[in-house]
């Protein structure tokens, strides 16, 4: 059974960081480009960033530059997502995704992925 597990969600106040971590099972990540999206309430599905099969290639959006890195363990099959300095628009569901053989200008779109976690909350708020 495929599945990705995100974790590593919660409160935490504006300018602090969080590591999420999205644990794959039933496939290899290695052949996958990685991405995390966020949807924050009542807005649509944001992405946030993404790592390519072999790790080797990063990019995100333009809001995260700076403040969030993504990374990849292909030998623990997961994705992470360090957050630093989030500030209360980072407020939201992340969503790991994974997607085969996706072009660089779909990197964005939700619709060309496999395989989707089911979100951890991240709270930004004092």
């Known amino acids: 059974e495929v599945q990705l597990q995100a974790s590593g969600g919660g409160l935490v106040q504006p300018g602090g960081s969080l590591r999420l971590s999205c644990a794959a099972s039933?496939?290899?990540?290695?052949?996958?480009?990685m991405s995390w999206f966020r949807q924050a309430p009542g807005k649509g599905p944001e992405w946030v960033s993404s790592?390519?099969?072999?790790?080797?290639?990063?990019i995100y959006t333009d809001p995260v530059k700076g403040r969030f890195t993504i990374s990849r363990d292909n030998a623990k099959n997961t994705v992470y997502l360090q957050m630093n300095s989030l500030k209360p628009e980072g407020t939201a569901n992340y969503y790991c995704?994974?997607?085969?053989?996706?072009?660089?200008?779909?990197?964005?779109?939700?619709?060309?992925?496999?395989?989707w976690g089911q979100g951890t909350l991240v709270t930004v708020s004092s």
């Open positions: 039933g496939f290899n990540i290695s052949s996958y480009t």
């Open positions: 995704a994974a997607g085969r053989d996706i072009i660089m200008s779909s990197i964005r779109n939700p619709q060309g992925y496999n395989y």
């Open positions: 790592s390519n099969a072999d790790g080797g290639s990063t």
